[in-house]
């Protein structure tokens, strides 16, 4: 292959012109040993020269990273999906770009690219997805036969329209419909965004605000987060189609967990759309992304690598799964965190039918993670689970960081069973929708770690629910009573055993009382 142009020796820049040049690995653009060359897109060899205006093409191949340290130009510029190309500060690349999108991600661009750029985003039809617009506005599209926009005010989705223009502000989210039959791709063809972006922020009607990652790379969600401050909760939610439904993704910011606990939270990828939640005393009218949120994938990596907490958390992860969906939800302990709903928690944003939902409630509010200070041994914590008619699994996935002995029990009050839940699987049917907060909850048993065979024991624990004694029990001891007794020995009820968990119908004052089962007793409190 010939080079076209003067020695390496002269001022004039040499290009092989008409020939393709292709990265070899990760590597500076200004560097020859970066890349290769072909006449043929079949034959290579290794480049004596740099790209530059006159090269066919210059592709950057899936998992290299190439970074511009020096202005340059060229006439064309692929990058294939996991592909990613940065221009460093106060440096510019001009030419034309195109960036591949299939299954296994979408190519990514940091810093100042003049030119026309097609941002390509691999898709399935038909599908909704929930987008944000990483060229300038009113681009050349493809693909898509439907546009909408969410209005926080009257908190709804605009209706359906075609016309390009509908794309008209950056930074924002939209509902996108892709073309019926066989679309794989759809396209924005458009000025790369780069440099900060400002979008309106509100804290009308339930205060949601949807935004859409208006760069062609992935942004670091803490850093949007703090980038809020104070105006907003410390979490963000994602809603995407899984496997086979809609479902939603919640991150939370102060704890780093993300839900379900199989995604990544941690990095909003390009073009994704999500939502913030302004705090009722917002005081901000606008919001404003920034390239110091910006950031490419880490190679080979699902999650931003972060630095271990001073402290750890307990966790309970708990999913709810028939076999094909799930749902899942978290309960976490730390000391920073506050009894009533703070940093430690997200709200639970509800998945439409047919997908599932699982979450804890603390007074009137659902949460998908609920932050606590510190476990409350033998007090209930209401599990809500909105599922359609069928068969559902409840499992622990996680249950890390909790003391020698510790466990947590599932108490199902429609069938009256008890199971621990941390070491078993719950598995319950209804034959029609269930939409519930009071059938099921979690208990701490405090009766943990004694010398004691348990398999002798009659009692597991007793706590206090609605004023009234909750006695579980470890064994069959069906036909047998529970006695409850007051402070100076008086047996004021009697209740036949009947089955793991026992609630004592009877309501008693605030006090100090005996349970006795057989020959074992233990006290409870009534506050």
């Given amino acids: 292959m010939g080079a076209n142009g003067t020695s390496a020796n002269s001022n004039v820049i040499t290009v092989y012109t008409g020939e393709n040049y292709r990265s070899k690995a990760n590597g500076n653009w200004n560097d020859v040993s970066t890349w290769e060359v072909s006449s043929d897109n079949n034959t290579w060899e290794d480049a004596s020269v740099v790209p530059a205006i006159g090269a066919a093409n210059i592709s950057i191949l899936n998992g290299h990273l190439i970074t511009v340290t020096e202005n340059a130009s060229a006439d064309l510029v692929t990058i294939q999906p996991t592909g990613k190309l940065t221009v460093n500060d106060g440096i510019t690349l001009t030419s034309p770009v195109t960036l591949q999108s299939d299954a296994t991600g979408t190519a990514t661009v940091m810093g100042a690219v003049t030119g026309t ?3 390509n985003q691999a898709v399935t039809a038909p599908r909704t997805y929930y987008m944000g617009l990483p060229v300038s506005v009113s681009p050349e599209i493809s693909g898509i036969t439907g546009i909408s926009k969410f209005n926080i005010v009257t908190d709804t989705w605009s209706d359906i329209a075609t016309q390009n223009t509908t794309f008209d502000t950056k930074g924002i989210g939209y509902l996108v419909q892709v073309a019926v039959g066989s679309t794989t791709n759809i396209s924005f063809k458009g000025t790369l965004n780069s440099g900060n972006v400002e979008v309106p922020f509100s804290k009308a009607n339930r205060r949601f605000n ?3 990652n208006p760069y062609p790379s992935f942004l670091e969600t803490n850093k949007v987060i703090t980038a ?3 105006n907003i909760d410390p979490s963000i939610w994602f809603y995407s189609k899984g496997s086979g439904s809609y479902a939603f993704t919640t991150y939370n910011s102060t704890t780093e967990e993300t839900l379900p606990s199989t995604a990544d939270g941690g990095v909003i990828p390009p073009m994704q759309g999500f939502w913030l939640r302004a705090k009722t005393g917002a005081s901000a009218t606008s919001f404003t992304f920034t390239d110091e949120m910006r950031l490419h994938k880490p190679t080979g990596s699902n999650a931003i690598f972060k630095a271990p907490k001073a402290a750890a958390s307990s966790k309970l992860n708990l999913t709810i799964s028939n076999g094909t969906v799930a749902d899942e939800t978290l309960v976490l302990f730390n000391e920073a965190a506050q009894t009533g709903f703070d940093v430690y928690d997200s709200e639970k944003m509800m998945n439409s039918a047919p997908s599932l939902n699982i979450f804890t409630v603390v007074g009137d509010q659902k949460l998908a993670m609920n932050g606590m200070p510190a476990v409350m041994y033998d007090t209930e914590i209401p599990l809500g689970v909105n599922v359609p008619a069928g068969t559902y699994t409840i499992s622990a996935i996680r249950f890390a960081n909790f003391a020698e002995g510790e466990k947590v029990q599932l108490i199902d009050k429609a069938t009256n069973t008890l199971t621990d839940i941390s070491a078993t699987d719950y598995t319950f049917a209804v ?4 939409n519930n907060t009071s059938r099921f909850a979690l208990v701490f ?8 065979n348990r398999t002798e024991m009659s009692i597991s624990n007793v706590y206090v629910s609605d ?7 470890t064994k069959s001891v069906q036909g047998n009573l529970i006695e409850v007794y007051n402070s100076v020995g008086q047996r004021i009820a009697s209740q036949a055993i009947t089955g793991s968990s026992n609630r004592i119908e009877k309501q008693l004052n605030s006090g100090v009382y005996i349970v006795k089962v057989n020959a074992e007793s233990t006290k409870v409190i009534i506050k």
């Fill in 210 to 212: 949807y935004y859409g």
């Fill in 117 to 119: 750029t097609t941002v």
């Fill in 467 to 473: 004023g009234r004694i909750v006695v579980n029990v």
């Fill in 431 to 434: 034959s029609e929708a269930l």
């Fill in 228 to 230: 809020a401050g104070s």
């Fill in 445 to 452: 048993p405090s009766k943990v770690g004694t010398s004691v």
